[in-house]
């Protein structure tokens, strides 16, 4: 119990709560190397990927392109990267080579992610849309994206957790972020500070998990609702006439 | 447009960021902080313990100043400038032999005393960087080392020796020095290297299962239940009386060490005009320093150049 007394206390002392070394202050900085990775895989990966969606072309290739982000350690990445070009530090995104190692963390599942989306568009829907007279960016723009919003979301949503929860190794190579308070910690052998950042980042990565979950929500088009489709679905049988037919 | 909406909102939130940071003008746990008067105030970096992290930064110029090991073969590969610490804050730990009382006989301790006279901090780097970045065997630059400095000339020894090493390069190499110095003068030597921590030696060497292992006089005195100062005859000499308690006895310390070392570029150090720690007080320009972890936390790093030299920090 006095660890957790530690613990307790370390939270509550007002030092720990400003200056550079301070919670919010790394929070801030571990926030800011998440972003930025995020949203750099973002744009690598995701017009790519929904383009060739698509296309419904090359979706295996990409797919697997991307799962080497997957298959290399982050941690080797970074310190391969630091042994051969040094710290790499640059404002606003932190350690160059933690930049690299998050976003080949963040790559696949966006790249799998968004291919899926797009391609598993039903093909009547699709023809529908150019039986009105759409272009293909009509298309895409108009009804796929639409409908393969949630999945699209879902992919950032798994490649942001990744991230906010790896981005804790840029403290390895010199750099700040939450990472920090469990690295000193064990160099200082202050236990307490080493869960303090341990839990930190768990809290970072859940309520990055929620918030993108409730813009997964948000996202998604209300026709596409689970409420919506139960609702029609009643309002659906509700309406049957007693012969069993259904008017839409 | 959600998506783009979303979108938007994402690139809003990255301005945000890029906005509050060039205003806090600090990515990491260095900030720049003003200079005040008669020295600027330093920036410290956390990387490792002396190891690879802290000497690549270094080497490409990420840090200016590097808390190193003072046996680093880097430190004499790249031609570093290690700062002589003038007002002594780090406790002494020179490298000296451990031996066996009963052998430690007048002939064998001068052959152990002409050796060490010869081991440098300059001769240890250069040893360790042959060991461990070149990759050689430390039998062959022991070997090397003994001929370049005509070793053991013309004494004699006699005596049969164990010679015990720890489980890493300074170690392995002094233990061969020392070892091959004897065999040389004409004792009966045989190597039980990689023995592992001073936890499996130290015993080892107390019952009589190894005759001869290369200690450190300051860390070896603080094994031995003393306190290691900035004083070498005060800590030899306690540490003696605590280990011919146990059987065993230290001859002269060579010069050579491994303690705590702020080092510099070449570069660095021509620029500022630096060769001891002192110096680094009237640097005006804000020097970053990088080292282990736990540094701003330590009497011997962070807190001893506050505190023993004036140096200012974030």
């Known amino acids: 119990m006095s660890f957790l007394r530690d613990v307790a206390h370390w939270f509550n002392d007002p030092a720990n709560w400003k200056g550079p070394f301070g919670i919010p202050h790394r929070l801030f900085e571990h926030i800011q190397y998440s972003v930025v990775a995020l949203v750099a895989a973002v744009i690598v990966a995701m017009p790519l990927a929904v383009w060739l969606g698509h296309r419904r072309q090359f979706g295996t290739v990409a797919v697997n392109v991307s799962n080497i982000g997957r298959a290399i350690p982050s941690f080797a990445i970074l310190v391969l990267g630091t042994q051969q070009f040094g710290l790499l530090e640059y404002p606003i995104m932190g350690s160059f080579t933690t930049f690299i190692a998050l976003v080949a963390l963040a790559v696949p599942p966006l790249v799998t992610n968004s291919y899926v989306a797009v391609a598993e568009v039903p093909d009547d829907i699709r023809d529908a849309a150019r039986g009105m007279g759409m272009t293909e960016g009509e298309v895409l723009r108009k009804v796929e994206l639409p409908i393969a919003a949630p999945l699209l979301m879902a992919g950032v949503r798994t490649a942001a957790t990744a991230v906010v929860a790896t981005a804790t190794i840029a403290a390895f190579v010199g750099a700040g972020g939450l990472g920090r308070f469990i690295i000193d910690g064990r160099a200082q052998f202050k236990n307490e500070v080493i869960f303090a950042g341990a839990v930190l980042v768990a809290a970072l990565a859940l309520l990055t998990e929620l918030g993108l979950g409730a813009a997964q929500r948000w996202l998604t088009p209300r026709g596409l609702r689970a409420e919506v489709v139960a609702a029609r679905a009643a309002a659906v049988v509700s309406s049957a006439t007693p012969d069993g037919k259904v008017r839409l | ?314």
């Open chain 2, 1 to 314: 447009m959600r998506v783009l909406l979303a979108t938007a909102a994402a690139m809003l939130l990255l301005a945000t960021a890029c906005g509050d940071d060039s205003s806090d003008s600090s990515s990491t746990s260095a900030s720049s902080g003003g200079a005040a008067a008669g020295g600027a105030t330093f920036t410290f970096t956390p990387l490792d313990v002396g190891g690879p992290l802290t000497k690549a930064a270094l080497e490409k110029g990420d840090i200016d100043v590097a808390l190193l090991f003072s046996s680093d073969g880097a430190i004499a590969k790249n031609s570093w400038v290690a700062l002589e610490d003038d007002k002594k804050l780090q406790s002494v730990d020179n490298f000296v032999p451990a031996v066996r009382q009963d052998k430690a006989t007048t002939d064998v301790v001068a052959v152990l005393d002409a050796v060490n006279a010869k081991l440098t901090k300059e001769e240890m780097q250069k040893a360790v960087a042959a060991v461990s970045i070149d990759g050689q065997n430390p039998e062959d630059v022991a070997k090397k080392f003994l001929a370049d400095n005509n070793l053991p000339g013309s004494l004699k020894a006699t005596g049969t020796f164990v010679v015990g090493g720890a489980n890493f390069a300074e170690s392995g190499f002094a233990a061969q020095l020392y070892g091959q110095a004897l065999q040389a003068a004409g004792a009966t030597v045989t190597f039980k290297l990689d023995f592992g921590a001073r936890e499996a030696y130290e015993p080892a060497l107390a019952s009589g299962e190894l005759d001869l292992v290369p200690e450190f006089v300051g860390t070896l005195d603080t094994f031995l239940g003393g306190t290691a100062t900035n004083d070498l005859d005060k800590t030899l000499a306690e540490a003696k009386t605590k280990a011919e308690a146990k059987g065993y006895t230290l001859t002269e310390p060579a010069p050579a060490d491994s303690v705590n070392t702020f080092v510099v570029t070449k570069a660095t150090a021509d620029k500022y005009k630096l060769s001891k720690v002192s110096d680094l007080a009237s640097v005006t320009d804000a020097l970053k320093f990088g080292g282990p972890p736990e540094c701003p936390t330590r009497p011997l790093c962070l807190v001893g150049l506050k505190d023993t030299y004036g140096l200012k920090f974030a």
